[in-house]
C-alpha cells in the first residue's frame, strides 16, 4: 500500500483552530471507518489520540476532533495550545490480511 | 496499567539479523481482544509498519519486509528479528498494543529503541 498523503506542515496561534487532513484511497481510508491519529513529541513515542475517525481515548482533550469525508480524513485541534506542537501521524486500516498505512506526519507549529 | 518495553541490541553489522524482545507487563498478551505489533521510524522520518501478530500467532507482515521479517509471540512478550539488515533499517523501533477491528489502532506503545547498523 501506498502511504496516506498529510501536508508536512501546518501551524496557528494560541486559541486558534487548525486543521490537518490525511488522504488515501477507497482502499484505506475511504473504505473504513478505521482512521486513527497519533501525536508524538521529539523523542517521545507516539501518543493515540483518534481512534475510529473520531472517538477520543479517555484522557485526551476534547479540543482534539476527527472527522472523514470520502478519501479524506480531518484532525482538528481547537484552541491551540502551546503543548499541542508536536508531529502528527495519521493511520488507517486496509482491510483483513492488511497492515495499517501511516501517513507521512504533519508537523504542527504553535505560533 | 498496561506497560510494554523494547530490549534488545543497540547496534547491529550489515548481513546480520536484528533482533528485538517487548515485554507486555500489568496485562496479559493471550487475549483474543488485542494483536501486537512492531513500527519502525527511522532518524528524522515517519513512522513505517514492520508486522503484527495475534495470540494464536497469526502474523501480517509488511509486503516490503515480508522476506525478512519473522514476529513471534510468547508468554508474556513478543518478538522481532529482521535478517540480512543495512543502513536503511536504522530507526527507532516500537512495539504496541493494537486494538480495534484487525489491530487497527495502537493505543499502548513502548518506549522505543534506537537500532544503529554499522559496522
Known amino acids: 500500500q501506498s502511504a496516506l498523503t498529510q501536508p508536512p506542515s501546518a501551524s496557528g496561534s494560541p486559541g486558534q483552530s487548525v486543521t490537518i487532513s490525511c488522504t488515501g484511497t477507497s482502499s484505506d481510508v475511504g473504505g473504513y471507518n478505521y482512521v486513527s491519529w497519533y501525536q508524538q513529541h521529539p523523542g517521545k513515542a507516539p501518543k493515540l489520540m483518534i481512534y475510529?475517525?473520531?472517538k477520543r481515548p479517555s484522557g485526551v482533550p476534547d479540543r482534539f476532533s476527527g472527522s472523514k469525508s470520502g478519501n479524506t480524513a480531518s484532525l482538528t485541534v481547537s484552541g491551540l495550545q502551546a503543548e499541542d506542537e508536536a508531529d502528527y501521524y495519521c493511520n488507517s486500516y486496509a482491510g483483513s490480511n492488511n497492515l495499517g498505512v501511516f501517513g507521512g506526519g504533519t508537523k504542527l507549529t504553535v505560533l | 496499567q498496561l506497560q510494554l518495553q523494547e530490549s534488545g541490541p543497540g547496534l547491529v553489522k550489515p548481513s546480520e539479523t536484528l533482533s528485538l524482545t517487548c515485554t507486555v507487563s500489568?496485562?496479559?498478551?493471550?487475549?483474543?481482544?488485542?494483536?501486537w505489533g512492531w513500527i519502525r521510524q527511522p532518524p528524522g522520518k515517519g513512522l513505517e509498519w514492520i508486522g503484527s501478530?495475534?495470540?494464536?500467532?497469526s502474523t501480517y507482515y509488511n509486503p516490503s519486509l515480508k522476506s525478512r521479517v519473522t514476529i513471534s509471540v510468547d508468554t508474556s512478550k513478543f518478538s522481532l528479528k529482521l535478517s540480512s539488515v543495512t543502513a536503511a533499517d536504522t530507526a527507532v523501533y516500537y512495539c504496541?498494543?493494537?486494538?480495534?477491528?484487525?489491530?487497527?489502532?495502537?493505543?499502548?506503545w513502548g518506549q522505543g529503541t534506537l537500532v544503529t547498523v554499522s559496522s
Open positions: 475510529e475517525v473520531s
Open positions: 504496541a498494543r493494537l486494538a480495534g477491528v484487525g489491530g487497527d489502532y495502537a493505543d499502548y
Open positions: 501478530i495475534y495470540y494464536s500467532g
Open positions: 500489568g496485562g496479559s498478551i493471550s487475549t483474543s481482544t488485542y494483536y
